[in-house]
Every structure is written in C-alpha cells, then in structure tokens.
C-alpha cells in the first residue's frame, strides 16, 4: 500500500510598494518562483491584509512610502506579535546608516533573481 502525498501549501509573500509598476514587476517575479502574492500599496493595507488572517509567509516591504513607511509597519508587526519574516526593499540604501531594521534589505533597482534569492534568504534567516 502506498502513501497519500501530503499537498504542500504554496509560500505566501506579502508585497507592499507604493510604486505600482514595482510592486506588480515584484509580483510577477515571484509569482513565476512558485509563491502565492498578495499585494499592499502601502503600510495600512498591508495590516489590514496580515490581520484579516491570511496566511503570509514574508513580508517584502519599501521602506519609504507614504502614510506608513516599512520602519512603521515592521514595528506595528512586532506589536502585534506579526512574526514572519521581512525583507526590506530601497532605492535609498545610504539613509540606511544607524537604522534598527528587523530583516535584510535588498537595494533598488535589482534583478529578478536577486528578488527571489532575497525571499528565500529572509525565510531561512527565520527559520
């Protein structure tokens, strides 16, 4: 008698761009690396989808953005004992300088490949 497989679930990541374009570019490439997406324009929504109980594996998050940046919303994840992982992403890596950030950061612009490399390491870094 042989065995049932057990399905595996799909990886979850959570996207959250202000910049349209970016965001769906994140989403495609990820989408085609094997993980489920869903997406934020920004920092509220991005809550509002992690509190509604959706499954998210990672965060992938701007870090400046308008009404709530990803500093903001990594500290309201971590209030809230939200704690899936978070790669930060930024087209201004020198402001960086003395932050206190709770994940990696990948540097805008980057490759696609270096996108899901980054995923991937983020989820390891928790694990």
Excluded at 19 to 39: D, Q
């Amino acid at each position: 008698m042989s065995a049932t497989p057990v399905p595996t679930r799909t990886p979850t990541v959570l996207v959250v761009d202000d910049e349209e374009a970016i965001r769906v570019l994140m989403r495609e490439v990820l989408e085609a690396a094997g993980y489920k997406v869903y997406e934020a324009d920004e920092g509220f929504q991005a809550l509002s989808i992690l509190l509604q109980g959706r499954s998210v594996d990672i965060v992938v998050t701007d870090i400046c953005m308008p009404r709530m940046d990803g500093y903001e919303l990594a500290a309201h994840m971590a209030a809230l004992s939200l704690t899936m992982p978070i790669l930060f992403v930024t087209g201004y890596p020198t402001d960086l300088e003395g932050s206190r950030l709770t994940g990696p950061v990948l540097p805008k612009p980057f490759r696609p490949e270096q996108l899901v490399a980054g995923v991937r390491q983020a989820q390891l870094l928790r694990a």
